[in-house]
């Protein structure tokens, strides 16, 4: 295998022990002594973070249900039946009453006149024999009545309902009623419903009737008297978890102790030291956990693997970017161990995802941040809580980051950072504890703190990350497109004409990198340095040349080392400078393998075709490996060529359609094959390329003095004496895309 695969199969092994490692030994495994409730704890122990002591809470729960007395619901019914019954029972009572009135007068109309003595005898036998009759059917209707009354009374008390005339037993009726109203308007429960039934017999002695009446209402009333109060069980229900809800959680806090040695476990401590992770669990149970736990950071560890060989291959190809991404990973990892007594929102997790975001990838520092995050809940044994916080603010934060490379915006980025922590612990306490107003204000303070301090972290390690990995992050670019730049002030000086012209290819490819949305920043920088090779030997090109080319008295094969050298000498003088390896790679990629023909034209004219190789007239290349590599070269080509053509015709359909013409013959060639460009992005490229030239080179306003027209006609002559001096230009500096 490549050394490069045993690096990265190396590194993939020891992130993955690594992870194992502190899961393994954090809180979810964290083993002690063999106790029991009931034993003697073998040392003191003190909670290692905060943790919710269940047994007491739910204690303080327990009492709230046993004190809380159930709401009732009143039932209208029940003394609706009541009242019916007793109206039941005086109604049947009257039809009594009006049946015996209709047999007695019966027997008054069927009596004979009194004649004499014998009549007199025979009249009284028949008056006998009526009330025997009448008692008899008294008798009868008593049986009857007994049968049909809703109220169970005893035989003497429905006999004297029936003997009762018509005024007491209508005044006995309204007593009934009005004692029923009276002891159910009160409410009656099953508890007391003897109260109340006393109550009703003490209503009863204070009216002014007969005992027997008396006695007769109380039996009437209390024999109807039931519970109209039941038990309203989703009232009771609401207002128990109203209650429940406002218990607040008994937390046992960092440091706290738990139980001290010497003294008896009790079921509350043992609770808790099991929540902690203390107790000493059985080994098939711990067996089987440490199983999961490996499964499951082997899968999460796929996953991130998987998305680097889909989506960012470049890393995995990169002994350099894969030791950064160790690095990393690694030191987040350890702390977010070392941290784990601390509150959670001290923990620096979204560091690794701005890291990674600026330094590699804004979508995989996302992806590594949500990653961790498990990694770290598994870890220290976090809650729901956890999760959600690192999850949001990580996410913001890569996101976020992206806009410090201006330094004037750290604390500003810093200080919205820090806002955004403190929101989101807030937002996320309030709706999963309910905390109070003190733990609120302290962890809201200690996030927006965590925040600023993170980006602060980040974006000051910067410098570290970048020369020990030869990374380039926006800061770094931003750094050295400063034309104080030491590189740039000895271009300027010993080769201006190169600087100028990579002034203008700068600005193209940034143009166009920002309308392909490419990296416009990098670009930019690509284009300043791109011909620093220049500076060896500034007078072999065409741009820094003020009297005879020295080219017009060489061998064509030496003119075309020479230009060819001034990438080697490029990449020699970037080596020395410590450019980024990204603009190094722009430097040996902006000419490609592209051919030198004005040189070789000129050594077939001396030699014959057969002698001459054209691989001596081609560049070593690579091709372009990156859209910003191609900008530089198409830049470059483009700048040349349009600054050869004549002034008249920089602002004519004659620009466009060499910039097309010279884009297209770079694409016929395959020197765009690697750079990722498509062919809607050329189409870009050429109106961003023209929206630059146009500005570069507008009409100007004529004057109204003549003197002034006179001195832009001479303007207008000696710039096309040096439009025809170099009118070769290009391909004098390899640009073999234009010819004459």
Known sequence: MSRGRILRIILIILAFALTCTTILTGEYFQTIEDIKVGSVSPKRFTSPREIENKLATEKKREEIRNAIEPLYKQEPHIEKQAEDRIELLFNKVREIHKYLADQKNIANQTHIPLINESAEKEEQNIIEEEETSTEESAMEQIEILQKQSPISLSDEQFELLIEMDFNKLEELKAYCLDITQSAFSVGIREETKTKSILDVKEQFESLNLDPEIQILGYDIVSSVIQPNMSVDEIATHKMLEERLSQVRPVIVLPGQKIVDEGEVITEEAYQILENLGFIKKDFKEEYVRYIGAILLIGLIHSFVYIYIWIFNKSIIDSKK???????????????????APLHFSWIPIPIAGMLLSILLDVKFGVLLNGCITIIGTLMNKENLEFILFFLIVGTFFSILVMNTYKRNRILWVGILAGILN???????????????TSELLSHSLYAFISGVLS??????????????????????LLELTNPEQPLLKRLLIEAPGTYYHSLIVANLAETAAADIEANSLLARVGGYYHDIGKIVYPQYFKENQVLDNPHDYMEP???AKIIHQHVTNGLKIATEYKLPRAVKDMIAQHHGTTFTQYFYYKATKINSVESISKKEFCYEGPIPQSKEAALIMLADTVEAAVRSMNPHEKISEKTEQLVRKLIKSKLDEGQLDDS???????????????KVFNGMYHERIKYPDGTEDKNNEDLDGKQNIVSIKRENETIDRGDHSTST
């Open 321 to 339: 970017e894969m030791l950064l991404l160790f690095s990393i990973y690694s030191i987040n990892i350890l702390m977010i161990r070392c941290m």
């Open 422 to 436: 403190g929101i989101t612990i807030i937002s996320l306490e309030l709706f999963l504890n309910g905390a109070n």
């Open 455 to 476: 980006v602060i972290i980040t974006v000051g390690s910067l410098p570290f990350w970048e020369v020990a990995f030869d990374v380039v992050t926006p800061i770094k």
């Open 557 to 559: 094969s030496v003119s």
């Open 676 to 690: 990722n460009l498509t062919i809607k992005d050329l189409e870009k490229i050429v109106q961003a390329f023209m």
